[in-house]
């Protein structure tokens, strides 16, 4: 059987162990990015194909005639036509749970920086600004104790309850969201209730119809004034355009975002502007230890044992 991974750039494999991969199949093609325009030639022979964000749409599943699995290298399946697979009997499998600590640090990471503005700090003395100082101290930004304040999570599932773990370790008090799918769930807070009491919002719900652009005007307005966003998650939870607009007008105090609605984001993007006060954007790199990412490549080495153990 032939393999062929389209998107390794994605995962930095020359720092991960990949003998296991290289096991489950007799032929691996291995390439660091795939264009649209490539993909058709490249799944021809395989079998067996591992993506994580090139698409595969109807038109390249049904022109591969010898594919038989589909590996999604993260958890999302949105850049696969699942009905499309599924007519053709072809497995897709993802991987779950793999981010562990990865994201919550990174989470509590933009958090810090929220709070103490470490990094404007960290700016103004290569800058000089400390050795101009008349004193022996800088105080340009506010900083924020997280002890006694309010942390309300939207989304919780293994990543939000371990940033919840993490938060409660600083003395904050943790609000978590009642869920999106209508259950009732003992101990959560109505969303209007926790956007009026949370100091800090962060989000680790997945991205769906009844989540789409859930942070627009109405949800910022509803929080606090003084009050931080966090999204680990999903770019396309937050209506860019309005953050952009509450931050400006200070309707929140700050936001720190690992994720953006197109990435990577072009020039033009409305969060890339420069005036816009007390916002920190991240490459999507929460999730990108070299252990999460091990874990992630395991995951994908499993599923293919397992499916070919079921033939």
Partial sequence: MRGVFLDTLTMKLEELDTSALDQTLAHWDFYDTTTPEQTAARIADADVVITNKVVLDRALIESAPK???ICVCATGTNNIDLDAAA???????NVAGYTGMSLAQH????LLALATHWNRYAEDVKQG??????????????????DGKTLGIIG?????QKVA?????????VLVAESFSGAHKAGRTPLSQLLAQADVISLHCPLTEET????????????QPGALLINTARGGLVDEAALASALKSGDIAGAALDVLSVEPPPADHP???TDIPNLIITPHNAWISRESRQRLLDGVVKNIRDWRASL
């Fill in 156 to 160: 919780y599932g293994d990543l939000g």
């Fill in 271 to 273: 969060l890339l502007a």
């Fill in 107 to 110: 989470t509590i990471a933009l």
């Fill in 67 to 69: 594919l038989k699995l």
């Fill in 212 to 223: 789409d652009k859930l942070v627009d005007g109405a949800f910022l307005t509803a929080m």
């Fill in 129 to 146: 600004r400390w050795s101009q100082s008349p004193v022996f101290c800088r105080l340009d930004y506010p900083v924020m104790e997280l």
């Fill in 165 to 173: 773990h993490l938060a409660e370790a600083f003395g904050m008090r």
């Fill in 87 to 93: 007519a053709k009997n072809i497995p897709v499998k």
